[in-house]
């Protein structure tokens, strides 16, 4: 038979008040020490995150990185032209290259007033044939609806095109262009410290965009607005009343 050792609470309760307490003002301290550390972490994270971000895509902190400027779209006069093989044994166009001289003319009359030449290659094993080409090239434009007093023809050397040298068709127009692109004058590696564009960055997107459009001088202002078709418009209403007696009669 085992008996219960008699349990001395006078000396638990001794070492109970004998073991450190913390008390409230010390326990405040240490949270606002963890809510300043954390604090602390994420000012750290936010500026180590600053040095990489971009907020509008154009600017790197204070250093300007726009490639509109650095490419920028100019409206200028520049020289168009198109190349016509011509085989030394042809007589006259195909319906194919009559198809692509039609749509020279074309882009000529909506986009120039001056003068468009027929240029022919002299020396050239092909000249007779060419020659012969030619002529069927200013009826073509003159049926297109160019004045013939806009046609220039001139004779240009043929040296180093070979056996099919072609005739060539220009004219100058105010066009929408860049300048070329494929420009390297500095090691694109030494722009990663300072989170910039390398040179040719947007070059070929502000080629393809001057490429695009249809009325360069868009870019120079906004055009003016017509008046109103009348005849349009009523044929709108019309349209518009038809489609409101039919869902009348089908409630």
């Not at 008699?6 to 326990?27: D, H, K, V, Y």
């Not at 066009?175 to 420009?183: D, M, N």
């Not at 418009?233 to 518009?240: D, H, K, L, N, V």
Request: proline share 6%; with cysteine; hydrophobic share 35%.
């Amino acid at each position: 038979m085992t008996t219960a050792r008699p349990t001395n609470t006078s000396a638990l309760g001794s070492a109970q008040e004998r073991r450190p307490t913390m008390s409230s003002t010390q326990r405040i301290r240490i949270a606002n020490l963890g809510r300043m550390s954390a604090v602390a972490v994420f000012l750290g994270a936010a500026s180590l995150m600053s040095g990489c971000a971009n907020p509008d895509g154009m600017h790197t902190s204070s250093l300007p990185d726009d490639y509109r400027t650095r490419h920028p779209i100019i409206v200028g006069e520049a020289e168009k032209t198109i190349d016509i093989p011509i085989a030394a044994g042809d007589q006259g166009l195909t319906r194919g290259q009559s198809e692509v001289i039609a749509g020279f003319a074309s882009e000529y009359m909506r986009s120039s007033k001056g003068i468009i030449r027929i240029m022919t290659p002299q020396g050239a094993p092909n000249s007779g044939a060419a020659a012969s080409a030619t002529s069927d090239i200013r009826r073509l434009l003159v049926r297109m609806g160019v004045p013939k007093n806009h046609i220039l023809q001139t004779g240009f050397a043929a040296d180093g095109y070979g056996a099919s040298a072609p005739v060539r068709l220009a004219y100058v127009a105010v066009t929408a262009q860049t300048e070329p692109c494929g420009e390297w004058p500095a090691d694109m590696t030494l722009n990663t410290t300072e989170n910039r564009n390398y040179y040719n960055f947007g070059c070929a997107s502000q080629r393809n965009l001057a490429a695009q459009i249809a009325n360069p001088n868009d870019l120079l202002g906004p055009r003016r607005m017509t008046p109103p078709d009348a005849e349009q418009r009523g044929q709108a209403m019309e349209r518009y009343r038809g489609a409101y007696t039919e869902l009348e009669d089908m409630n």
